[in-house]
C-alpha cells in the first residue's frame, strides 16, 4: 500500500469514529428522554388513580341536584372582568324567581383564566337549582347571548347513552279533535251560541229549512254536563277569533270546548276570572280577575297547546280592557302602562331588547291588524303638545308622528286589513265648546301621508268597511233630540271623497257588514232599537226596522245575516224590560226572518269563521263566475226549499201544477219519438215536396141570432 492509499484510508477510518461517537451520542439521548417519559407516565397513572379516587368521593359528598350547569355564558372573557360578569349573572338571572338560594358561581376558565363560555352555580337546596333552571332557560343575557341552564343530573344522561340504538317505543297518541269540522257543513251554514236562563246552546244557523224550528237547529246543548248535574258554563262564554274554541267561565277558571262535539280540550286554573282575552292566532289566551287588583296573579298568560302559564301581571280597576295588545303574527304583545310601553317575546315573555318604550303619560298602544306596527298617543303635559307615534316592532323605529295642541281625547281606530289608521281627536275650542277632527294615516303608500277633517258636530261614532276603503260617522249637536247625521266617505282615490249624508236619522251606532257594502245605522237603547239598512254602493236606504230596546247587534261572518238583540246583565236583576229580551234575525237587506224571546238572556254570539285561503284573484274569478257557473244551482236548492215549506191548499196546487209540467214533458218525448212514422205517413217526393193535394175550406156557422126592434 503506497503513502497516499495509507493516508486515505486513515482519513476515511476517523471520519466513521466520528459518525459512531455521534450515533452514541444520539442513543443516549433517546435513553434518557425514555426514561423521563416513563418516570412521568408512572406519575401520571398514580395522579390519575389518585384523581378517579377523588371522584368516587366527590360523587358521595356532592349533591348534584343542588348545581346548575349555565351554558351560553361569553367565552374569552379575561380574569379581570370575571368578577363584574359573576355580578351580572347573579343580580339579574341566577337568584332569580324569588326566593332562591343562591350560593356561588364559578366560571370555568382555560389555560390563560379566560371563560370558557359555560359555569356553575351552587344552590342550597335542590328546589331552589329547579327553580332557577327553569326560570334563567333561554333568557337573553345580551344579543348575542341566550342562557341555557340544566340541573347538573340533567347533563349525566348523556354518559349513560348505549353504544347500540335501541327504537323508542310508540307513545300512546291521543287523536287531536278537528276545530273546523264545522266548516264541512255540506249546506254551508254558520253557528251561534246562546246563554239563556241556566242553558248554554250552540245551534245551526238554518232560517229556511227550519222556519217552524225558530229558524235554527240544535248542534249541542250540554247535554254530557246536565247527565252529570252540571252547567255547561256558570257565567258568560266567549269565541276564539276564528271560531276553533269556545272558552266558558268557571268558579276555578276557564276551560276551552272544541271538536265536532265540542269535547273539554283545556283547562286553565285562574279562580273568579273577568274577562278572557284570546291572540289573533289563537296560540294564546290572556285571563284577567279584576277583583285580586294589585295581585302579582292579576293577569295571567297562557299558552293554549300545553295549557302552561307563560307569565303572570298586576292591574288596576282603572284599567281598560283589553290590558294587552298582540301583533297579528302572535309574536309579540304589548302594554302601555306608568310612563311605557313594555313589548315583550312571545313564548319567552322577555321585555324585548330587554327594556321598555318609554313615553310619559301614555295613553293607549294598539297593534296593526296586519303589520308588526304600535299606533300610540301621549297627551299634553305642560308646553310639551300631545303626540301620536307609529313604531315599527322590533326596532322600535318610530315611522311616523304627530303632535296636536289643545287635546281633551284621542281615540285611535285601525282599519281591520291595516291598510289605514285614523286618528279621531277632540280639542277645546273654547271653555263650553269642543271641536272634532279626524286625521287618516294612508299606511300602504309612501311615507305614510296623512289627510285631515274637520267635523262642524259632535262625534258619535266611526267604523270603518271591513273589507273596502269607505268609512261612516255619526255626528250630529246634543240639542237635535238623539236624531244625528250619517256622512259617508271613501278613500278610493288620491283624496278623501265625501259620497252622501243622510241626515236626521235615530242613530248613535254604525254597524258593517263583514263584506262591505251594506252598513246598519242603528239607534241603540233610548231610541227604541230603530234600524235601517243602506246600500253604500247605490247610497240608498234599503228598508228600515225596529227592534224594541235593542242593546246588541251583529252580523254572522257570510254578511248574509244579522242579529239584533236585548239582553240583560248576568249579576244584577234587570226585570224593567224583561218581557223584550229575545233576538232577531235579519237578511241583509233588512227583512225580519225570526223572532225568538227568553225570560232571561244573556248572550247570543256567532261563530266566527278563519280568514278565506282564496287569494284575491279566485274571489275575483268566483264573483265573475257565481251568476253563469252556480245561480242555477242555487236557485234549484231554494227552489226544493221553497216547495219543501209548502202546507195546506198551497201543497195541493203545487202537486198539481208538477203533474201537469211531468205530462207535458212526457208528451213532448212522445211527439219526438214519433217523428219518423209521421214522416213515413206524410211521404215526400225527391224534390222534398209533400204528394197530395191540400184543400182549404172555409164553412160558417150561426151561432146565434137576435133581433132586436129599434124605435126611431
Known sequence: MGEEDQEAYDTELQSLEEKLAELEKKRDEIQATYDSLSERLEKSTTEQDDLMAQQDKLKVNVDLTKIVVVDNIPAGVPESKHQKLKTVLGKKFLTKPKGVRLKAIDLIVNEKKATKGYAFAHYGDSKSASEAAKANNNKKLDKSHKLVTNIMTETSKYEEVPDEFRAPEKPDIKERPNFRSWLMDETVRDQFVVRHGDDTQVFWNDPYRCADEDGRKLMYGGEREKAQKKHWTQSLVKWSPKGSFLATFHVQGIAL??????????????????????????????????????????????????????????????????????????????????????VFEVPSMNLLDKKSITRKSVQTAKFSPSNPLIAAWVPENGAIPASMHIIEIPSKKVVR???????????????????????????????????????????????????????????????????????????????????????????????????????????????????????????????????????????????????????????????????????????????????????????????????????????????????????????????????????????????????????GQEKVRQDMKEAWKKYR????????????ERDALFALNDNGEEEFTTVESIVETVVSRKEEIVEE
Open 665 to 676: 214533458e212526457r208528451r213532448r218525448r212522445d211527439l219526438k219519438d214519433e217523428a219518423k
Open 257 to 342: 270546548w272544541g271538536g265536532k262535539d265540542f269535547r273539554r280540550v283545556g283547562k286553565f286554573v285562574h279562580r273568579q276570572v273577568t274577562e278572557v282575552q284570546f291572540s289573533p292566532g289563537e296560540n294564546y289566551l290572556v285571563t284577567c280577575n279584576f277583583n285580586e287588583g294589585k295581585g302579582k296573579d292579576a293577569i295571567i298568560i297562557w299558552d293554549i297547546d300545553s295549557g302552561k302559564k307563560l307569565r303572570s301581571f298586576d292591574c288596576s280597576r282603572t284599567d281598560r280592557w283589553p290590558i294587552f295588545e298582540w301583533s297579528c303574527d302572535d309574536k309579540y304583545t304589548c302594554r302601555a302602562r306608568d310612563d311605557k310601553i313594555s
Open 401 to 647: 308622528e304627530r303632535h296636536f295642541y289643545s287635546i281633551n281625547d284621542l281615540k285611535l281606530h285601525w282599519h281591520p286589513q291595516g291598510d289605514f289608521l285614523c286618528a279621531q281627536l277632540c280639542r277645546q275650542k273654547s271653555k263650553k265648546t269642543l271641536a272634532y277632527s279626524f286625521e287618516i294615516f294612508r299606511m300602504r303608500s309612501k311615507n305614510i301621508p296623512v289627510e285631515v277633517m274637520e267635523m262642524k258636530d259632535r262625534v258619535v261614532d266611526f267604523a270603518w268597511e271591513p273589507n273596502g276603503t269607505c268609512f261612516a260617522v255619526a255626528h250630529g249637536d246634543k240639542k237635535s233630540a238623539g236624531r244625528n247625521h250619517v256622512t259617508l266617505y271613501t278613500l278610493a282615490g288620491s283624496k278623501l271623497k265625501l259620497l252622501k249624508t243622510f241626515e236626521s236619522r235615530l242613530c248613535n251606532k254604525l254597524y258593517w257588514s263583514p263584506i262591505g257594502r251594506t252598513l246598519i245605522m242603528a239607534g241603540l237603547g233610548q231610541m227604541n232599537g230603530v234600524l235601517e239598512f243602506v246600500d253604500v254602493n247605490t247610497l240608498t236606504s234599503l228598508t228600515t226596522g225596529e227592534h224594541f230596546m235593542c242593546t246588541y247587534i251583529e252580523w254572522d261572518p257570510s254578511g248574509r245575516f244579522v242579529f239584533t238583540a236585548v239582553t240583560q246583565r248576568i249579576q244584577g236583576d234587570e226585570l224593567r224590560y224583561a218581557m223584550e229580551n229575545g233576538y232577531k234575525l235579519w237578511t241583509s237587506q233588512g227583512k225580519n226572518l225570526v223572532s225568538v224571546s227568553y225570560s232571561h238572556f244573556y248572550q247570543i254570539l256567532w261563530r266566527p269563521r278563519p280568514p278565506s285561503i282564496l287569494s284575491a284573484d279566485d274571489k275575483k274569478r268566483v264573483q265573475q263566475e257565481l251568476r253563469s257557473k252556480w245561480w242555477r244551482k242555487f236557485e234549484k236548492v231554494d227552489e226544493r226549499i221553497r216547495l219543501g215549506q209548502l202546507s
